[in-house]
């Protein structure tokens, strides 16, 4: 089938390509940026579509011949005045949509069961009506928090658990919320997929659990093995709840507005048997949350890889999928101008670690070394098990390689020494302005306060080692 999918570069979006690629459909993703999205997505049943549905001169006009669309598009993280756009959006996709053959287009709502909603909730109602008031046929599934890591309602959880042993919060913690687990979006987006009695309805979907917001951050607590207590008072304002979620958590101010005036509103879903027309089986709370950090994208997408692509030889394009998180962390990226032979540059980076060392301060990598075997990690005694091919899956020193992609010049590792936290490092040869360049991008996300100092321990260090590091890979010194 050919599918269209708007919104292809948000969170939803990066999950279910993958899910439609394996099932064999043709897509044409709509994205704002051509460049960011394909230096990570290339498949020969991906067309990327560049468009901004904000620019009114724009002709772009969509394959005629589309089945399915999908309408991912939200604005949340922006100024109060979001639901002006986000109706103009619609419009116009809806406007470009009618041209087609699509028999049915799938958005993902959130739940508006209450009298009083909140400004995203309204938005995302009028949304709704917008795309029914069309002459396609129409699926809407309405859900609340969706757990997965990367979302940001996840990862200001996470944020709040994490930094603070007591919690004096807002009364908006007692709103009650059904909370619904990411491979469960998945499933209902893609189940729902040409079922004709789902056309023109819409359908609550969220987990087995109704639970307030105060139940989620103990019960987060509980699966991260840490002790938490938390007092709600009802004296703070919505403006003073709004600083509270911004000093205490990573997200940005306007971001911070509209999840509090969102969290104030009950949203329970209202009962059907969509779950169980589909074959899904719905993941409780906590098993989402321990989901999620066993198998955070990269060890969710890697698992499942190693399964199935070693055994079955399917197609590596799903690799391609696996995105380090931006949401809460610390990176250091450094840029340096290939001037030689890029063979060569690409030989260097995949011949890192070993005995060949990591080109700049093997001893204190080594350092390093010793003092996470000395607290119980792996160390660098792993080594590499040949000097210069490396697979996904390899252990690499105290690394984990996720992503050994030659074609698309890009070497992936995530760490496994003892950190307070989780962290990666990424090399990438890259185009940018007719030029080649390699980039390698430190990310470290932190577990709580000592996380952070950790960070701002080792920044020092970080500057000498990742800057002598990426001077060193440029040189070429090999081919493949």
């Known amino acids: 089938m050919n599918i269209l999918i708007t919104g292809a570069n948000g969170y939803i979006g990066q999950r279910l390509i993958p899910v439609l690629l394996e099932q064999g459909h043709q897509l044409y993703c709509c994205v704002r940026n051509r460049k960011r999205f394909e230096s990570e997505h290339q498949h020969e049943k991906l067309i990327i579509i560049e468009i901004d549905f904000l620019d009114t001169t724009d002709t772009i006009i969509f394959p005629a011949e589309i089945d399915i669309a999908f309408y991912l598009v939200h604005s949340m993280n922006t100024q109060n ?31 508006v069961n209450e009298v009083q909603l909140s400004k995203h909730l309204e938005s995302r109602w009028r949304v709704e009506n917008i795309l029914r008031a069309g002459k396609k046929n129409v699926t809407v599934l ?17 944020d709040i658990v994490e930094k603070l042993p007591v919690m004096i919060t807002p009364k908006w913690l007692n709103t009650l919320c059904q909370p619904i687990a990411i491979r469960n979006v998945i499933q209902f987006l893609s ?3 040409f079922k004709e009695n789902t056309y023109n309805k819409d359908f609550d979907i969220g987990g087995p659990e109704v639970l307030s917001y105060k139940n989620m951050l103990l019960k987060f607590a509980e699966v991260r093995k840490l002790k938490r207590k938390i007092f709600t008072i009802p004296v703070m304002t919505p403006k003073l709840s709004s600083y509270w979620l911004y000093f205490v958590t990573s997200t940005s101010y306007p971001l911070a507005v509209n999840l509090v005036n969102s969290m104030k509103v009950n949203v329970v879903c209202r009962e059907n048997n969509l779950a169980r027309q589909l074959g899904i089986e719905l993941l409780p709370y906590k098993s989402a949350v321990q989901m999620a950090f066993e198998k955070i994208e990269q060890h969710m997408v890697l698992s499942s890889w190693k399964d199935a692509f070693s055994s079955s030889g399917a197609p590596l394009v799903m690799m391609n999928y696996i995105k380090v998180p931006d949401f809460g962390c610390f990176k250091d990226i450094k840029w340096r101008e290939v001037t030689g032979e890029l063979n060569g540059v690409l030989a260097n980076v995949w011949s890192i670690g070993g005995e060949r060392g990591w080109y700049y301060a093997n001893g204190l990598w080594k350092v390093r070394g010793m003092m996470d075997k000395f607290v119980g990690g792996v160390g660098l005694r792993r080594g590499r098990t040949d000097p210069d ?12 390689v996720l992503i050994a992609d030659k074609e698309n010049k890009r070497l992936l590792l995530f760490a496994e020494m003892k950190v307070p936290g989780e962290a990666w490092l990424e090399f990438k040869i890259m185009k940018k302005d007719n030029k080649q360049y390699l980039r390698q991008t430190a990310t470290f996300r932190p577990k709580g306060v000592w996380g952070r100092l950790y960070w701002y321990a080792v920044l020092p260090f970080h500057y000498f080692i990742f800057n002598g590091m990426i001077n060193n890979l440029i040189k070429v010194q090999k081919k493949l």
């Open 191 to 193: 189940g729902v997929m």
């Open 81 to 111: 005045d979001f639901a002006g756009p986000e109706a103009a959006v619609a419009n116009r996709f809806l406007i470009k949509i009618e041209a087609t053959t699509c028999r049915q287009i799938i958005y993902l709502s959130g739940i």
């Open 389 to 400: 091919q490396i697979h996904p899956g390899d252990a690499l020193d105290f690394w984990r």
């Open 142 to 158: 309405r859900a609340g928090i969706i757990v997965g890591s990367g979302s940001a309602s996840f990862e200001i959880m996470r």
